[in-house]
């Protein structure tokens, strides 16, 4: 999406990103005087995982607060509004702080590696209110409701103690072009959903997880090559036969084509070990036949049978495997299973149900977070890379 920005006496069209990005970037430019004023609100991020630390400052016209006090509470997997997000508004009609609040806790859940969800408005700070604490209000909006399992926790990574102060991902947004922060969030939004429903909808998940690293791939595949030249490798026919159309035609059936074609090759190439694929977790079990092969054939050929599980269940309705959706158990007591236990029936193979939803999650939570490293400008990637949660 574009829109037109006022630059001085002229104006010009620039692409616009999300409404969190959008929000931080229109509080770095000057404002008169007069303006000094805007309006806050607080809204609470709810989250099953234990939260630690508390960034006091670098995320702009945002603010993320601590509001885990009881540590009783952590041992019951229940979403609890352990953080409060206080948001500046620059962006008219306020209204936007709903899209803020969900945006920054996508974005959070993607860079920590935890389910967090976004409440509704609990507190706000106007303008000329009387009162400078500010004034409590409840919006309409249903809290966000978690769904677990009697069978164990399905991601047990997720509700692993969390510091909040060890996000460097989300404090280095604004650095990012709109077009990659929208596809970014889109992503993030993707992890966000499939990591809250897992433990009552893995197959879900599953799905969900996929078409985050799809989402991903896309834009990075965008940025690296042109549309011709994405559409014409798959379908090099195509020039020749629209050539007597001329070249604006190409040009613009290729424009067309290109979100539509080689989505398999994207994120296979995106998942690559030697791309975005991260390493190994640092934890594994002891024994080699609870641990995944990282060797890069055994993530390809792992990679391919998860995408063609994708189309199956988008295209013909057909579910991932369940052993693959099942919790990881820990056989010798020190860390989980990376694949599902062996089939005493012999229905599935290793390569037919290559991983389980719990190892697939680390994978995708690493390559999009090493995918948005990349988006950061150079000069500033030193301060933002970091290990990758696990």
């Avoid at 006496?9 to 931080?24: I, L, Q």
């Avoid at 399992?149 to 102060?165: F, H």
């Avoid at 993030?188 to 599953?206: G, K, N, T």
């Avoid at 998860?306 to 052993?323: D, E, M, V």
């Amino acid at each position: 999406m574009k829109t037109p920005r006022a630059n001085g006496d002229k104006s010009r069209t620039e692409p616009r990103g999300p409404a969190v990005w959008e929000n931080w970037t229109a509080s770095l430019r000057p404002k008169p005087s007069k303006s000094a004023d805007v309006p806050v609100v607080e809204v609470p991020l709810f989250t099953d995982a234990p939260v630690y630390g508390e960034p006091t400052d670098g995320y702009g016209p945002y603010l993320l607060l601590n509001a885990e006090r009881d540590m009783s509470l952590w041992r019951y997997a229940v979403p609890r509004p352990a953080i409060v997000l206080r948001a500046e508004g620059y962006l008219a009609p306020q209204y936007e702080f709903e899209e803020i609040a969900q945006e920054i806790a996508a974005l959070l859940s993607l860079s920590l590696g935890l389910r967090l969800k976004p409440g509704g408005v609990s507190r706000h700070f106007w303008p000329g209110d009387p009162d400078p604490k500010g004034t409590p209000t409840a919006r309409p909006v249903p809290q966000p409701v978690l769904l677990t399992s009697y069978r164990g926790a399905v991601l047990p990574r997720v509700r692993d103690r969390k510091q909040l102060d060890h996000d460097n991902l989300v404090s280095r947004l604004w650095l990012v072009q709109p077009e990659d922060a929208a596809a970014l969030v889109r992503a993030a939004r993707l992890y966000q959903d499939a990591v809250w429903i897992a433990e009552s909808q893995p197959e879900l998940s599953w799905l969900m997880l996929v078409s985050a690293v799809e989402t991903a791939a896309g834009d990075w595949c965008r940025a690296k090559q042109s549309p011709r030249d994405a559409v014409l490798e798959y379908m090099p026919e195509l020039e020749k036969s629209l050539a007597p159309c001329g070249d604006d035609v190409v040009q613009e059936a290729c424009k067309l084509l290109a979100p539509l074609i080689g989505s398999k090759k994207k994120f296979l190439v995106f998942m690559d070990v030697d791309k975005f694929c991260p390493p190994e977790p640092a934890q594994r079990p002891k024994k080699l036949i609870w641990q995944h092969s990282w060797a890069r054939a055994d993530m390809e050929v792992s990679m391919k049978t998860i995408y063609n599980y994708r189309s199956k269940a988008l295209h013909a309705g057909t579910p991932f495997p369940s052993r693959m959706c099942e919790p990881p158990t820990k056989p010798d007591g020190t860390e989980f299973v990376e694949v599902p236990p062996f089939d005493l029936n012999g229905n599935e193979s290793i390569e037919e149900t290559p991983m389980l939803l719990h190892t697939f999650e680390y994978i995708v939570q690493g390559a999009l977070c090493k995918w948005w490293e990349s988006m950061i400008p150079k000069e500033q990637a030193a301060e933002a890379l970091r290990p990758c949660s696990g």
